[in-house]
């Protein structure tokens, strides 16, 4: 098993570029959820998923869209980059509707120029 | 808003000595897990407690929780240098499941 796997690693952005951040899981998780983490903080969550098709917004939704075609697939999408979107982005996914564990992928660094 | 505040913000202790972290929460929950974060990687996850439950061990790891004051702690013991990492707990709260909160983290640097 992979586990989480996100792409792309790294990416630079010009204000108001839109991008796709990549995530997918092999563990046949229904839960699936996207983070986003600051110097010095936790995680905040931005969207989540139950399942396929069905997807909800976080605590710090703005900016950002989700989708859930697959079960295996979370991709999140920013549709106009801006400098306050510099994070570090943290995709996971779980059993039971999120309750139990999480498992998380390693991150991809975004710097919005 | 996050719902964990975890003390210390930053701890520092030698090879051999244990170290203790505490995480206060606002609201009822179903569960609170902890997890770990070495530099620059993901999360992986340590331990899950649920809250009818006070104590949970692994390994070198204790876990309590007090749902009367809404507080957990993280205890490891004989730390290592390979302990060095951030470590958050993560609530998840009665009536919004599917979501996990985070605090804001504990910085640990064991020395040798």
């Known amino acids: 098993n992979a586990g989480v796997t996100q792409t792309p690693k790294f990416q630079v952005l010009k204000t108001g570029q839109s991008m796709t951040l990549q995530c997918a899981q092999d563990m046949n998780h229904e839960y699936m959820s996207w983070y986003r983490q600051d110097p010095g903080m936790g995680l905040r969550l931005i969207h989540y998923?139950?399942?396929?098709?069905?997807?909800d917004q976080g605590e710090v939704p703005n900016g950002y869209n989700v989708s859930r075609s697959t079960t295996e697939d979370f991709p999140l999408r920013l549709l106009s980059a801006a400098p306050s979107q510099t994070s570090v982005y943290f995709c996971?996914?779980?059993?039971?509707?999120?309750?139990?564990?999480?498992?998380f992928g390693p991150g991809t660094r975004l710097l919005v120029l | 808003s996050q719902q964990g505040e975890e003390d210390p913000q930053a701890l520092s202790i030698q090879e051999g000595e244990n170290a203790t972290m505490n995480c206060s929460y606002k609201t009822s929950i179903n569960n609170l897990q902890w997890y770990r974060q070495n530099s620059g990687r993901g999360l992986v996850h340590l331990i899950l407690?649920?809250?009818?439950?006070r104590e949970k061990h692994s390994g070198r790891l204790r876990v309590t929780l007090d749902t009367s004051k809404k507080s957990s702690s993280l205890l490891i013991t004989a730390s290592r240098a390979a302990d060095t990492a951030s470590y958050f707990c993560a609530t998840v709260n009665t009536g919004t499941a599917s979501k996990l909160t985070f605090g804001t983290g504990t910085r640990l640097q064991v020395t040798l």
């Open positions: 996971a996914s779980s059993g039971l509707a999120g309750r139990e564990t999480q498992y």
């Open positions: 998923s139950v399942g396929a098709g069905i997807t």
């Open positions: 407690i649920r809250s009818n439950e």
